[in-house]
């Protein structure tokens, strides 16, 4: 009897200490759970969500018109004007603004605008209150720098003239201080003084980070969006004959990943 007691106590003994690891366990599962993971996309173990994934967004616009994507001559300078859209062989448009639609504050440093033989560079731009405007020429230059609408794209025109900007020879800069949430067109006078060239720059005072111009292959990524799902907007700005373009999509943001998604400009 002393014996076979002795036996039931160990036995005991045992499964209390087996059901204490087996609850510690379930508790220790249950812990880790709490904790939402995510998959790398290049198949490395899951790391804990940051509430925040980058958008890959491509801008298209298939068959774009031959006129379009052709040189429209050249400028009062005699150089050639570059063409209003330069596609890419699949159809990506470069040179286009985009925006995410969350929230967030950004600032930016003052992006920098050379204008060269009737000639601005780069041809879109993103800032937050300040331009830098510098020549290239060895000629005087006047330029004419006008607020032409807010934020969200495709807002109404605003009222008032430009700002006359003059640049006498190659190397003088001068700064501009912008509003924010506008969109600006930067544009060089004709040398007989009578107009405008076509060629032209636009910029844009974004005010979130979530702003992005398109690269030559049509395609841009935007860091550290929140997650959820947003509205996408691409905006082309208008160029010589070519109006502006606006087409709009949506974009659903998975913590820790890469969203991708194509706006159309063929279909605004």
Not at 17 to 44: I, M, N, W
Not at 101 to 111: F, L, S, V
Not at 180 to 191: A, F, H, R, W
Not at 204 to 224: C, K, N
Request: proline letters at 9%; aromatic letters at 4%; one cysteine or more.
């Amino acid at each position: 009897m002393v014996v076979r007691h002795a036996l039931a106590g160990v036995l005991a003994l045992a499964a209390a200490a087996c059901s204490g690891s087996k609850s510690k366990g379930a508790d220790d599962a249950r812990h880790k759970q709490t904790e939402p993971l995510v998959q790398h996309d290049d198949g490395g173990a899951a790391v804990p969500a940051t509430g925040k994934g980058d958008v890959q967004v491509r801008v298209e616009w298939k068959d774009v018109p031959t006129d379009t994507r052709s040189s429209p001559g050249r400028t009062a300078c005699g150089t050639p004007r570059a063409a209003a859209v330069s596609p890419t062989t699949t159809w990506g448009i470069p040179d286009v603004f985009v925006v995410i639609d969350a929230p967030g504050t950004a600032d930016r440093p003052a992006p920098r605008i050379i204008v060269d033989s009737c000639a601005l560079a780069p041809r879109v731009a993103l800032a937050s209150t300040e331009l830098a405007i510098a020549s290239g020429a060895e000629a005087p230059t006047k330029l004419a720098l006008a607020r032409v609408s807010q934020l969200p794209f495709g807002g109404g025109s605003l009222g008032g003239g430009p700002r006359s900007v003059y640049l006498p020879t190659a190397g003088h800069e001068v700064h501009a201080v912008l509003e924010p949430k506008s969109v600006y067109v930067l544009q060089v006078e004709n040398p007989d003084g009578k107009g405008f060239d076509l060629e032209n720059s636009w910029i844009v005072t974004a005010d979130t980070p979530f702003y992005g111009i398109t690269e030559p292959s049509g395609q841009v990524v935007l860091r550290d969006v929140p997650a959820g799902t947003h509205a996408v907007t691409a905006y082309l700005p208008p160029r010589g004959s070519q109006d502006a373009r606006i087409a709009h999509g949506t974009v659903t943001v998975i913590p820790g990943g890469l969203a991708e998604v194509t706006v159309d400009l063929a279909k605004p």
